[in-house]
């Protein structure tokens, strides 16, 4: 009995999803016999026919116009179903799934067709999936550069036997998991930047999966002859990697048949022992998912090598990395590990003759995208202070412009307080004598020349901090009435609101007190000088209105002084770092974005003693550095917890012998680019620092 069913190539859908292969490669020349091998792989189809046989045509395939149909003779169980090309035009690949009714037959094997056999040098790859399901390719080969096959044959017959005779075990559809999979993973630790090119053994046309169509770029490639730049896609065609693209890279499209990947995952570890045992073995305990990135975000492709680059905001200190490629939620062979040590890079800004000058302050930001440092350098026969400006010409602080004056102010004046405001550098300081607080601007981001300073505010104020809101400049300070918020009225600070106190108290605050910007306004931290009590403030901003939030005391008074108290943003909530008693640092954490509860004052557990400290926040975690006279060290931690609980231990920024590390004596943390920073004065040295951690 013989029965006809037409496939249109134009109206066919490709459906390939999951199980268990034979792969069954075929290489025909034109002298040659048939050869073929039968190679367990796996994969993963969905056929849901039912009709005894069907067939789809491919999309893949290379074809002007035709149309294909399966001629099917069945006797007594068992079916050959030949599929025949019917006036067809430059044919030069046909690729098809042949569906067929695993209750009733078996697939046995094929044997190629006529029509191709007019041509020289041709590839073809027959696969069984899954019961059920038969795909086949033939292409002929350097397809580009032939005209194709004009007029009518049979393509292959297809062999079947009658069902319930022993199969090859089904075997679902993987991520790649052999060696040869593995991903080359580069690092930047500058940028903090991961790249890798595609490598997935068998997937020659680089969309994701080793299929029947993989055919079609070794065809277009057969004979080419290496060495490959390993950015072009022959490189990954070449899949022996001999050199040479020919008929042995057939092999390889068997061996990984229906091998996917979905999405790639990059890992960081402290602990090299993190990295995973085996292909598919699992991560370590102390591992961390740092990047995840779909398939379909890759660059390149065509004639080059797909590649993927992808950012990390929250690198590993001492970092161990590797990349896995995952597909259905499972992770397959890890790239060669990647270790990266970060250390402190530390860059002369200034040095100064101690006969005629000296410093006392120095304060830090980052302007424009660069690193920038403002230092109060006092001449010893004026005593007049001198604010000097300096900026990085790079994100990472590596080389800076030569310093220049902003202000020179009378000798009561100190303190002045650096920050970014509206993309230019601007500084806030206060008068000893007059109680003033005045407020400065450059008129651009080089910060050569500065506007005229204005009064901010007539007050006694003891400590202040300056800050960018709604991008116009803000003031939180601390006095006799308590702690205070005033607002600009402009960008350029020339008119500044009615002060709109958020902790009013009528004892002294101490001079210590800072403040950030939180989502919907300002959080500030302050401790009072009578009772020691440490207390945080939210202030919601809207436009120009103040409205205080209620206070929340960290630390009761009567527990112990608090003598230098800071608060930063780590991820989406703020943290509050306090030097205590025995200069010991204690962290508490919001439990949420405004801070309107906290963790439990704790020790940071870290090494040394904290005489002085600033922190920051990086890698999405919150940052210190703090000095230890005793032990002539300049150290730095960081948190792993925003829920709470002791800090880590980083690399030292600097070691001082001799007790020099008490000359230590002003500096500020912050950040160049994604990494935590901190320019800091030696006046033992007569030099004024800046040194990042990368």
Request: with cysteine; charged share 15%.
């Given at each position: 009995?013989?029965?006809?069913?037409s496939?249109?190539?134009r109206?066919?859908a490709?459906a390939?999803?999951a199980?268990?292969t034979i792969?069954?490669?075929?290489i025909?020349g034109?002298c040659?016999r048939?050869?073929q091998?039968?190679?367990?792989?796996?994969?993963?189809?969905?056929?849901?026919?039912q009709?005894?046989?069907?067939?789809?045509?491919?999309?893949?395939?290379?074809?002007?116009?035709g149309?294909?149909?399966?001629?099917?003779?069945?006797?007594?169980?068992?079916?050959?179903?030949?599929?025949?090309?019917?006036?067809a035009?430059?044919l030069?690949a046909?690729?098809?799934?042949?569906a067929?009714?695993?209750?009733a037959?078996?697939?046995?094997?094929r044997?190629?067709?006529?029509?191709?056999?007019?041509?020289n040098e041709q590839?073809?790859?027959a696969?069984?999936?899954?019961?059920?399901?038969?795909?086949?390719?033939?292409v002929l080969?350097?397809w580009?550069k032939?005209?194709?096959i004009?007029g009518?044959?049979t393509?292959?017959?297809f062999?079947?036997?009658?069902?319930?005779?022993?199969r090859?075990?089904r075997?679902?559809?993987?991520?790649p998991?052999?060696d040869?999979a593995?991903?080359?993973l580069?690092?930047d630790?500058e940028?903090?930047?991961?790249?890798?090119?595609y490598?997935?053994?068998?997937?020659y046309d680089?969309?994701g999966e080793?299929?029947?169509?993989d055919?079609?770029?070794?065809?277009?490639?057969?004979?080419?002859?290496?060495?490959?730049?390993?950015?072009?896609?022959?490189?990954?065609?070449?899949?022996?990697g001999?050199?040479e693209?020919?008929?042995a890279?057939?092999?390889?499209?068997?061996?990984?048949?229906?091998?996917n990947?979905?999405?790639?995952a990059?890992?960081?570890?402290?602990?090299?022992?993190?990295y995973?045992p085996?292909?598919?073995?699992?991560?370590?305990?102390?591992?961390k998912?740092l990047?995840?990135v779909?398939f379909?975000?890759?660059?390149?492709?065509?004639?080059?090598?797909?590649?993927?680059?992808?950012?990390t905001?929250?690198?590993?200190?001492?970092?161990?990395?590797w990349?896995?490629?995952?597909?259905?939620g499972?992770?397959?062979?890890?790239?060669p590990?990647?270790?990266h040590?970060?250390?402190?890079?530390?860059?002369e800004?200034?040095s100064y003759?101690?006969?005629?000058?000296?410093v006392?302050?120095?304060?830090?930001?980052?302007v424009a995208?660069k690193?920038?440092?403002?230092?109060?350098y006092i001449?010893?026969?004026?005593?007049?202070p001198?604010?000097?400006?300096?900026?990085?010409?790079?994100?990472?602080?590596?080389?800076?412009?030569?310093?220049a004056?902003?202000y020179?102010?009378f000798?009561?004046?100190?303190?002045?307080?650096?920050?970014e405001?509206?993309?230019v550098?601007?500084m806030a300081?206060?008068d000893e004598?007059?109680g003033?607080?005045?407020?400065?601007?450059a008129?651009?981001?080089?910060?050569?020349y500065?506007?005229?300073?204005?009064?901010?505010?007539?007050?006694?104020t003891?400590?202040?901090?300056l800050?960018?809101?709604?991008g116009?400049p803000?003031?939180?300070?601390a006095?006799?009435?308590g702690?205070n918020v005033?607002?600009?009225?402009?960008t350029?600070?020339g008119?500044?609101?009615?002060p709109?106190?958020?902790?009013?108290?009528?004892?002294?605050?101490?001079?210590?007190?800072?403040?950030a910007v939180?989502p919907g306004?300002i959080?500030?931290?302050?401790?009072?000088?009578?009772?020691?009590?440490?207390?945080?403030?939210?202030?919601?901003?809207?436009?120009?209105?103040?409205?205080p939030?209620?206070p929340?005391t960290?630390?009761p008074?009567?527990?112990?002084?608090?003598?230098?108290?800071?608060i930063?943003?780590?991820g989406?909530t703020?943290?509050?770092?306090?030097?205590?008693?025995?200069y010991?640092?204690?962290?508490?954490?919001?439990l949420?974005?405004?801070?309107?509860?906290?963790?439990?004052?704790?020790l940071?557990?870290?090494d040394?003693?904290?005489?002085?400290h600033s922190?920051?926040?990086a890698?999405?975690?919150?940052w210190?550095?703090?000095?230890?006279?005793?032990a002539?060290?300049?150290?730095?931690?960081?948190?792993?917890?925003?829920n709470?609980?002791?800090?880590?231990?980083?690399?030292?920024?600097?070691?001082?012998?001799n007790g020099i590390?008490?000359?230590?004596?002003?500096?500020?943390?912050?950040n160049?680019?994604p990494?935590?920073?901190?320019a800091?004065?030696?006046w033992?040295?007569?030099?004024v620092?800046?040194?990042?951690?990368?």
């Amino acid at each position: 009995m013989r029965s006809y069913q037409s496939a249109s190539l134009r109206h066919t859908a490709l459906a390939i999803a999951a199980i268990a292969t034979i792969a069954t490669l075929l290489i025909l020349g034109s002298c040659s016999r048939s050869h073929q091998v039968d190679i367990l792989v796996g994969h993963g189809i969905q056929s849901g026919k039912q009709a005894a046989f069907s067939l789809n045509v491919l999309k893949s395939s290379i074809i002007e116009s035709g149309n294909f149909y399966l001629q099917v003779e069945e006797s007594a169980g068992y079916a050959e179903v030949t599929v025949v090309a019917r006036e067809a035009v430059a044919l030069k690949a046909a690729y098809f799934e042949l569906a067929y009714d695993s209750s009733a037959y078996r697939y046995t094997g094929r044997e190629p067709g006529a029509l191709f056999s007019l041509e020289n040098e041709q590839l073809a790859l027959a696969a069984e999936p899954e019961p059920g399901l038969v795909e086949y390719g033939h292409v002929l080969a350097n397809w580009p550069k032939r005209q194709g096959i004009d007029g009518s044959g049979t393509i292959a017959t297809f062999s079947f036997g009658p069902a319930g005779k022993a199969r090859v075990p089904r075997q679902a559809s993987s991520v790649p998991s052999r060696d040869q999979a593995a991903h080359q993973l580069v690092f930047d630790p500058e940028t903090l930047e991961f790249q890798w090119f595609y490598m997935s053994p068998g997937d020659y046309d680089q969309n994701g999966e080793v299929g029947i169509s993989d055919l079609t770029p070794l065809g277009a490639n057969f004979k080419a002859v290496g060495p490959f730049d390993p950015s072009s896609a022959r490189f990954l065609i070449d899949g022996d990697g001999n050199g040479e693209i020919g008929i042995a890279d057939i092999t390889t499209i068997g061996a990984n048949f229906s091998a996917n990947i979905d999405t790639y995952a990059v890992y960081g570890s402290a602990s090299a022992t993190d990295y995973p045992p085996g292909n598919t073995g699992s991560n370590g305990p102390g591992t961390k998912q740092l990047v995840s990135v779909s398939f379909s975000s890759a660059l390149g492709g065509g004639s080059d090598r797909k590649h993927w680059t992808a950012t990390t905001g929250t690198p590993v200190v001492g970092g161990n990395y590797w990349l896995r490629p995952v597909a259905d939620g499972a992770s397959g062979t890890p790239s060669p590990i990647v270790n990266h040590n970060q250390s402190w890079h530390i860059t002369e800004l200034l040095s100064y003759s101690p006969m005629d000058y000296y410093v006392n302050w120095v304060s830090y930001a980052n302007v424009a995208g660069k690193p920038a440092a403002l230092i109060s350098y006092i001449e010893l026969l004026t005593t007049k202070p001198t604010f000097l400006y300096q900026s990085a010409t790079d994100s990472l602080g590596k080389s800076w412009n030569s310093p220049a004056p902003a202000y020179t102010v009378f000798a009561t004046q100190i303190n002045p307080v650096l920050a970014e405001v509206d993309g230019v550098p601007a500084m806030a300081w206060d008068d000893e004598g007059s109680g003033t607080l005045y407020f400065g601007k450059a008129t651009d981001d080089t910060g050569l020349y500065w506007n005229a300073s204005t009064t901010v505010v007539n007050a006694a104020t003891t400590s202040h901090k300056l800050i960018e809101y709604d991008g116009k400049p803000a003031v939180c300070y601390a006095g006799p009435g308590g702690l205070n918020v005033t607002l600009a009225n402009d960008t350029e600070g020339g008119c500044w609101l009615t002060p709109v106190s958020i902790y009013p108290t009528p004892s002294l605050l101490w001079h210590s007190m800072d403040a950030a910007v939180l989502p919907g306004g300002i959080g500030a931290v302050t401790n009072n000088f009578n009772d020691d009590a440490l207390v945080y403030c939210y202030a919601a901003i809207d436009g120009t209105t103040v409205t205080p939030g209620t206070p929340v005391t960290i630390l009761p008074g009567g527990t112990g002084a608090n003598n230098s108290v800071k608060i930063g943003v780590a991820g989406e909530t703020p943290f509050i770092m306090s030097m205590r008693a025995g200069y010991l640092l204690y962290c508490s954490y919001g439990l949420d974005p405004q801070g309107t509860q906290w963790t439990t004052l704790d020790l940071a557990g870290l090494d040394g003693l904290g005489y002085r400290h600033s922190t920051a926040a990086a890698y999405g975690a919150p940052w210190v550095c703090y000095v230890d006279e005793a032990a002539d060290t300049f150290y730095s931690g960081y948190g792993t917890d925003l829920n709470g609980g002791p800090w880590e231990n980083a690399p030292d920024v600097i070691y001082y012998p001799n007790g020099i590390a008490s000359g230590l004596n002003s500096f500020t943390m912050g950040n160049a680019g994604p990494h935590p920073c901190v320019a800091f004065n030696q006046w033992k040295e007569d030099r004024v620092y800046f040194a990042a951690f990368y």
